[in-house]
C-alpha cells in the first residue's frame, strides 16, 4: 500500500457536509458511510508490539477480519476472513498463514484486545471513463472506545490514498487540496494514534522485571526495592492467572513468589528476623498452592509434543489424557485458587506485604547487614552460592542419587535469581554471559527434574484414568508408550549433565564468575 | 511468491475468467496478489477496467530492470494489482528470439516482483509458442481449464507431453473441468470416466452458467456481483482445492 497523506479538519462541521463539498468540487463519486470497528491486540507482555507487528480485527457490515501487520501497518502479512476465537489463542483459529505467523510470534500466550476504534468513513473515488478507480479520499472521524457508551473523539481528518500505477491522479487531487487544506505530516497508523491516546505501550504493565540499584545503596532498602518491583509483578499477573487467561500469567505469577522467598532466604541479615519468618511461610503457602495447577499447565502445554512420540495410529487414544488433564486443571483453578485467591489469607498477605514496602526505613534497624552497602552484600551472596554450586556439582557423579542434582538444581536457581536482582550493578555484558552459563547447566538440570516429575505424575494419572474408567487398552497402550520415551529422555538427560557440568565449570567461565563477585581483597575466600 | 498460469492451447475454455475469479479470491483470502494479462487482447485488463496499455511496450519490459514493477496498476480490490496487456504483446515470440536465454527470459523478469506479492496469475494467450515455453519455466502451477470433450482431452494431453521435458521439472500440471453442462452426456461420461490424463483433474468442476459470462457486462470478478450463484461456489472451491493441493506438495 503507498503512503497516505492526511488532512485533519477543524471545525465543527459534520462529515457529510465535508463529503458534499468535496465530490462537487473535485468531481469525486461518493459511496455510503461505512462504519468499522478495528480493535487492535496483543499478548499481555506485547509480543507482537516488540516484534514490530501489530494484529486488527476489524468489523464491518461485511462481517469480522483479521490482518496481522508490519511496518506501522503500512505492509500486510496475512489475513483471514474470521473474528478471533474467544480463547484468544492463535492455536484455535483455522490453519493458514495468519495462524501459522501468529503461533511463531505468540508461542504459549493468548491474545488480548489492547484498544478499540470506531471509524465512521465516507469514502470518495475519483473515477475515469472506463469506470476505473484512480484515486480514493475518505472523508473520516476516528473514536476511541474506552468503556463508555460514546467513544471519544480523537480526529476529523481527510484521507488521501493513493493507488499504485495512478499517481498522476493523486498528484492532481493532492495539488487541489492543498489550496484549502493544511496538509499534516502526522501519521496514517491508526494503532499509533489509539496507543497515544490510551498513554499505554503494549506489555507495558505486565510487570517483567527490571530492577535499577546503585551500588552504595542501603542493603535495605535495595532489598525493599527488589521486593516492590517483585509484588508488582505479582499482583500484575493475579487476574490472569484467575482467569487462565493462558498458562503465562500463573506462572509469571508463581516465578514472583518464588523469587520473593529466595530474596527473603539470601539476604537473611537484610529484613528483620520476624518479618522474614512470616512472610517466608506465607509465600511459600502461596507458592504449593499453585505448584499442581502450574504442572497441569505444563503437561497442556507439552501435549502436542506426547502426541508427537507416538505413532499415527496411537495418537488418538491418547485424548481421554488430555481430557483428564482439561478436567483437573479447571478444578484445581476452581477449588483450590480462585478460593485461595479470593479468601482472607492472601487479602492479608498482600496488604501487610505493601504496609511493610511502604513503610519509613528504620533509622536503626536491627537486622546485621541492613545498613551495608547492597554492592557488598550482593557480591558475598552471589559469590558463596556460586562455590557451593561448584563443590556440589564437582562432588556428582555417575552414580550419584537424583536428590544431589535436585538440590544442586535449587542452589542454581537461587545464584540465578541473585544475578537477575543485582544485574544493574555489573556491568551488562559480563554479567549476562555469566547468566547464560548459568542458564545452559539450568536447562539441562531442568530437564532431569521435570521429566522425573513428569514420568511419576503421569503414571498416577493413568491410575486414576483407569479407576475412572477413562481408560481403554489403546490408551493404556499409549501412556506407555509415552513413559517409556519420557524415561529415556530422562536418562539422556542425567548422561548429559557431566558434560553439561564440565563446560559451565570450565576455567574461563570461573574466572568471569570470579571478576564478577569475589569481593574485594577476599583472596582468602578463593 | 506462488505462480499460478492460466494455459491451455485452446482457445475460449475459460483461462481468463478462471485468472480474473480466482486472482480476486486470492486477494480476498488476505494474499497480497498480481495478475499478469499477458494476452496481446487484454481480457483480464478488461474485466478489471484497467487500460490495455504498458508504457514502452513489451521492448520496454525487457530492456529496463524496474519496467515490470512500474507497469503494475492496483485494481479497485485491496491487495490486488495487475500488469496490464498491451497490443505489443502480439510480437512477443520475435522480440524473446532475440534475447539472451530466450526461454525463461520471463522467469528472470519476474524477479523483481516475486518479494512483493504471494501469487501471481498469468493469464495466458491460447497457442504453443516461445512465450508458452517462457511460462512453464516460470510458473509453479500449469492451470489448465479443460471443456469436456473429447478434442480437448487430445489437447491436454499435447500439453503434458510438451511438459514433460527435464526444464519443466518443476512445474505441476493441474487440469480441471471449465464450463460443464450437466445436460450433455457427453460432459457426465467424461467427468466420471477422468480417463487418461484427467486423472490428475481436480474434483471441483466450473458449470457453464449465464453468470459468468456476465463478466464482461460488470467488468467485475463474480464473486462481487453473484456471490450466492453456483458458479461463484464453484470458483471458491476450486480455489480452496488448489491451494489445498499446492500445500500438500
Ligand atoms: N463457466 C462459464 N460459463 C459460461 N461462459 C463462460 C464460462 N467461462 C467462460 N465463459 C465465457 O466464454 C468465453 C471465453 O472465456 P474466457 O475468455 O475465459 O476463455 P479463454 O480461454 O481465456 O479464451 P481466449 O483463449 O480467447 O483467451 C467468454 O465469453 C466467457 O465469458
Ligand atoms: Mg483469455
Redesign the pocket.
Known sequence: MQKASIYPLGGAQRLRHWRDRLSAQAGLTADPLEQVQITYYDSFDGRLYAAGYSLEQTHTAAGAELRLLRDSGRQLQAALAAALPVSGFPADLPPGELRRRLEKLLDMRALLPVATLQVRRYPLRGVDDEGKTRVRLQVESVGLLDGGGKPRMLQKRLLLQPLRGYAKSARRLAAGLARDFALETATDDLYALALAATGKRPGEDSGKLDIQLQGDMRADAAARHIAARLFATLQANEAGALDGLDSEFLHDFRVAVRRTRSLLDELKHVFPASLRQRFTAEFAWLGNLTGTLRDLDVYLLKFASYRAVLPSELRPALEPLRTFLLYKQQQERVERLTVALQGKRYHKLKQRWQRYLDAPLAKRPVARDALKRIDRVAHRRTWRTYKRILAAGQAINADSPPGELHALRKACKKLRYLMEFFQSLYPPEQIQVAIKALKQLQDNLGDFQDLEVQVVSLRRFAMEMRRRGEYSAATGEAMAVLLETLETRRHQARDRFAARFKRFARAQNQAAFKRLFRPAGGAKTS | MITVACY?LK????????AVNLSYLAALGGAGTLVWDL?P?G?ASFYYRIKPRVKGGSPGLFRRKRKLAAAIKATDFPRLDLVPADFSYRNMDLLLERQRKPGTRIRKLLKSVRGQYQYLFL?C??GISLLSENIFAAADVLLV?VIPTTLSLRTLEQVLAFCAGEDYRHLRVVPFF??VDRRKSLHREMIAQRSGALEQALATC?????E??Q??VHRAPLETYAHASP?AGAYRELWAELQRRSAAR
Open positions: 491451455n482457445g475460449g475454455v475459460g483461462k481468463t475468467a478462471t494476452d487482447q481480457a493469464d494467450p491460447p481449464p471449465s464450463m466450473i458449470p457453464y452458467a449465464s459468468v459470462e463478466m464482461g458458479a
